[in-house]
């Protein structure tokens, strides 16, 4: 039997542009293709966890349009349930999203709109949800305040907390202390630390800043190379899982985070937790688009089986 999953962040709709290059400023080039679909790391995440097995609420907030109505379709979909406050005064926000077409990797920008107003008394009112949680995840497109308020309520309830901390930022140090997990990527942990970041042991030393600063664990994700997880007793590094031809690499972080949420919420050991969270983002490359990629708990299981 799962505990339950409850993830803080944003959704906002995806504006993807495949081209061969980025333009210059004020040059127009011509992409390749174009598609708009549901993004937002908080909201990825909260599809991967469900899709994954987790039971998942998902507290956000949302302007009255047509963007709001794409997240809860997506939410619906999903089987993800929505703890949204109604923002009439702003909008749902949007990411632009460049892809490069020949590697898949993208760059992207994003205004979080009515989600970029969540605030520390957004987090007190679902308070209960968050105190009653097994696994509490936020991230850091919304206002820092709510996300240190939400790890605090959930620290203090019992649960594992998972910080994501994207797109990168100075993390206080009274709020790493309050991680169970922290899951930067390479470009964020080093950002964050100050080390380089580029081969497994700078990993390593990274990852110790992490837990001299008082993480529990880190997790630093490494793209093609998997991800490293380390703690005051083991310190393992996980081969990326190929399920195939990398197409769009927009997601793969928010499926590692979420199949690592909801493997840890069945009570996997954290380890087993980062290797399904692999498989997952090695799924999800293989798919354009962010949420849309997310593999089922099948697909997962059936990528781990073949070893
Ligand atoms: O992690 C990928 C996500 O980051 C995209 O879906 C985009 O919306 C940005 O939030």
Redesign the pocket.
Known sequence: MSGKIVILG?F?A?TAHRAERQPRMGETILGRSFALGP???GS?QSVAAARAGGTVHFITRLGRDAFADMARATWRDAGVIAEVSEDTESYTGS?H?FIDDATGENA?I?SPGAAGRISAADVEARAALIGGAAVFVTQL?QPMEAARRGLEIARAGGARTILNP?PAAAVPAEMLALCSYITPNESEAAGITGLPVTSVSEARKAAEWFQNHGVGAAVITLGEKGALYHDATQSVHVPACAAGPVVET??A??AFNGAFAAALSRGDDPVAAVRFGCAAAGISVTRPG?AQSMPDLAEIEALLARG
């Open positions: 944003i906002v995806d993004g937002g790391k990825n990411a999203i992207i994003v497109e994207a927009t997601g972080g928010d962010a």
